[in-house]
């Protein structure tokens, strides 16, 4: 037994490994994304990247059907996209065991929205774990594939940003060895959802669903602790966390498995304590159930938007606030920013150029939206770019100002070629970019069908982008060089101007990826005029420096020479290495 | 929310390598025998942006994250974000500093005046500073700097020597152990007794 230092999400890794489970799937997604990273590293399982969460839970439900126990991993916002097959699957049950991990995050560090997905559970009708440390993370996992199995359903393990990213001590215990498959055989009863067949499905189901809320009766998953019996909290996931830390007195119902809820443990914790309160992130989930279970939990108003706080909880159950210090007036925010050398700014650059109307979308690229670039006008969910844009144009918009998608390699491959299919199908004349950086950049470096490798580092076939669109009906579909410039702003100002549908594809690999930096730049100030163009690239080396002349800091540079190129003064010049010339 | 466990806050800005100096702290505290909690942000919050850290470490710790009041040691990288933190240190906590400025985007670009006074208010506040960058070149590479800091903070916390060095040489990238050992024990000797941070 050795103590080691684990993330949520290498827990959950460790947990479906430590089960046996023989495949992973899933689609990167912050925080959820390195639980199949950790796993795809693992001796004798296979992993993938799928293009899409639904895709990824289709091939795991196959896994499972065919006999391999099998993980799927996705943010929040991927489990809308693979809800379709959720829903049947809970019909159809399982063959060897199927969890689902699905990662939130209330307080949006990496989101475009908060959802709480412990709502799946009753939606759906199948089971959800709510693990609370790095610990519970590797003991629910493997939990999790023993209850698929014998209830006969898909298990959700719900994480949140707090579980996933905090790292506690566990515990390594005994893996189990991989089970080898067993012969497959046909049941056209269970796995094939005619109405005839799904109708005796559903009523299997119910019963499925009874007999896990007789289980959740008496789970080990659950837990009362008894403590002080004048506050009793029901709570849950990190929030048991803050509740021990801020009311160590109290007595607390810790629910493990968030659905189905044991109504008799619960009527029986709330006769046993004077005051019933609920702490819970996200949405009321709890508290609403425990009424719908006619308990009386009594509301202490804790906020449903953003994350809560050991101090949030103590001052909602009538704590004093600390003493703290002042904070400081008038400090500038620091939003995230697209890096040096970072491709997309070119692309934006272009964009700028012919003022563009920009359907955004999900990635690095986003950020096109912040001064200086300011280039970007919605950004709602994976792949919407490119129908957003077709639905501009239908309401008329365009004729001042061009309507371009802007859409990243992966994000086009999640959902974007599907909108594409619509435009060329539908007749639209819009422009959509791609943003080819070889890579899914924003969660941290993952594989995509674009990048020639799988997750298991396996060399493998690239999607042919240019042909893709091309097969679609886009007739005009050209590719550049984002840190060219000149060609990447030719190229917009041509296909803005078309009557056609037109893609460009901008590729050029993320800065990241470029391990070998070029010398940096620097700026001769005798030629610099303050002229702000190079400022307006939005580089995070370049800043406002004496008498409003640009200044180009050598320890950030990584010698894109962007910026060179929108010097009309030829003001920008290489230097050397930074620690050399004195640059810190 | 007292008693013996510690919290230690990491701020600063995506890139400079907080995260693994939080690791090393936490995986040290782990070999000291302690239960330990490290809270992180990934993604998007990560590109240039503010990253705040937090390590808290004891006999048993339940949360992973800290309120306003509550940190024992603020070890800042760079002084907007040390200001930025300043309301989660206790009266009383250590507050240690980068004396490095660097300007978020909409004050390099000229839409924001840069800040005044913050140096002013971080010495009211009795921050201690230190110029990790200057140390780190010493050492051999501007990138240790976060290494440096570490060596700072270690001077307020109870871990024997030894066991930083065990940690750090096994944590760090192959090829730099040298060099982040001697950022290390610049940053110690910087911030010890009789330390130049201390006058």
């Known amino acids: 037994m050795v103590p080691m230092l684990l993330s949520g999400n290498e827990a959950v890794a460790r947990g479906a490994w430590a089960a046996g489970a023989l495949v992973g799937v899933g689609y990167p997604g912050t925080p959820s994304t390195q639980a199949l990273e950790v796993f795809a590293q693992m001796d004798g399982v296979y992993a993938e990247w799928a293009p899409n969460e639904k895709v990824a839970l289709e091939v795991a439900a196959g896994a499972s059907m065919g006999g391999a126990r099998s993980l799927v991993t996705m943010k929040h916002v991927g489990m809308n996209v693979a809800a379709d097959p959720l829903f049947t699957l809970a019909y159809t049950g399982v063959g060897a065991g199927l969890v689902i991990f699905v990662a939130d995050d209330p307080g949006m560090h990496s989101s475009q929205n908060e959802q709480d997905s412990r709502n799946w559970g009753p939606f759906a009708r199948v089971p959800v774990l709510e693990p609370s440390d790095s610990s519970e993370a590797l003991e629910f996992t493997r939990a999790g594939f023993d209850l698929s199995e014998r209830f006969d359903i898909p298990v959700i393990v719900r994480s949140t940003t707090r579980i996933s990213h905090s790292k506690g001590v566990v515990e390594l215990t005994r893996d189990q060895a991989r089970k080898p498959v067993g012969a497959y055989v046909k049941d056209i009863g269970k796995w094939v959802m005619m109405p005839a067949m799904a109708r005796v499905r559903r009523a299997s189901l119910d019963e499925r669903v009874r007999q896990m809320a007789s289980y959740a009766e008496e789970s080990p998953l659950n837990r009362i602790e008894l403590r002080d019996r004048s506050l009793g909290i029901v709570t849950s996931g990190v929030c048991y966390q803050y509740v021990r830390e801020a009311l160590p007195g109290a007595s607390v119902f810790k629910m493990g498995l968030s659905f189905p809820l044991p109504a008799g443990a619960l009527a029986e914790f709330e006769r046993s304590v004077e005051r019933l309160v609920v702490v819970e992130e996200a949405d009321n989930y709890l508290e609403s159930s425990l009424r719908a279970l006619g308990l009386s939990p009594e509301p202490i108003g804790l906020p449903e938007a953003g994350e809560l706080s050991p101090g949030l909880v103590a001052r909602a159950l009538g704590g004093d606030p600390p003493k703290t210090r002042d904070a400081v007036p008038g400090l500038p925010p620091r939003p995230p920013l697209m890096c040096p050398g970072c491709p997309h700014r070119g692309a934006y650059d272009a964009l700028r150029k012919v003022k563009a109307i920009v359907m955004g979308d999900i990635g690095c690229y986003t950020l096109g939206a912040l001064a200086p670039l300011s280039s970007m006008d919605s950004c709602v969910c994976m792949g919407a770019s490119v129908g957003m844009a077709h639905g501009m144009r239908l309401a008329g918009q365009g004729s001042e100002r061009p309507v371009v998608a802007v859409i990243g390699d992966s994000t086009f491959t999640h959902s974007g070629v599907t909108g594409l299919m619509d435009l060329a199908y539908n007749g639209s004349d819009a422009l959509v970019c791609i943003l080819d950086n070889r890579i899914t950049a924003m969660t941290g470096h993952q594989q995509n069908p674009v990048s020639g490798m799988t997750l298991q580092g396996r060399p493998t076939t690239e999607v042919d982008l240019e042909a893709l669109c091309r097969s679609v009906g886009v007739k005009r579909v050209r590719t550049v060089d984002p840190h060219d410039l000149a060609a990447a702003e030719k190229a917009v100002r041509e296909e803005v101007a078309s009557d056609a549908l037109s893609v460009i594809i901008f590729r050029a690999p993320c800065a990241l990826l470029i391990k070998e930096m070029d010398q940096p730049y620097a700026v001769d100030e005798d030629l610099c005029t303050a002229c702000r163009l190079c400022i307006r690239l939005g580089c995070p080396a370049i800043s406002k420096g004496e008498g409003g002349k640009a200044h180009i800091d050598v320890m950030l540079c990584v010698g894109c020479a962007d910026c060179v190129q929108v010097c009309k003064f030829s003001a920008i010049e290489l230097t050397g290495p930074a620690c050399d010339i004195g640059g810190v | ?199």
Do not use: Y
């Open chain 2, 1 to 199: 929310m007292t008693g013996p466990t510690v919290t230690v806050m990491l701020a600063g800005v995506g890139g400079q390598g907080t995260i693994l100096a939080a690791d090393v702290l936490a995986r040290t505290a782990v070999a000291a025998g302690l239960d330990v909690k490290l809270s992180e942000v990934h993604g998007m919050a990560q590109r240039g942006g503010s990253v705040d850290t937090v390590v808290r470490f004891g006999e048993s710790v339940a949360s992973p994250i800290t309120d306003p009041g509550f940190a024992d040691h603020l070890v800042a990288f760079e002084m907007i974000e040390a200001a930025r933190q300043l309301p989660f240190v206790k009266p009383g906590g250590r507050l240690l500093v980068n004396s490095r400025v660097i300007d978020p985007l909409p004050v390099l670009i000229g839409d924001l005046e840069p800040p005044t006074g913050v140096e002013d208010v971080l010495v009211a506040e009795g921050a201690i500073f230190i110029d990790a960058e200057e140390l780190a070149c010493e050492a051999g590479s501007p990138k240790s700097a976060n290494i440096v800091l570490l060596g700072a903070l270690s001077t307020g916390l109870e871990f024997p020597l030894e066991l930083w060095i065990e940690v750090i040489a096994g944590r760090v990238p192959q090829g730099t152990v040298e060099f982040n050992l001697r950022a290390f024990e610049l940053g110690r000797d910087a911030c010890g007794e009789g330390g130049a941070c201390l006058v």
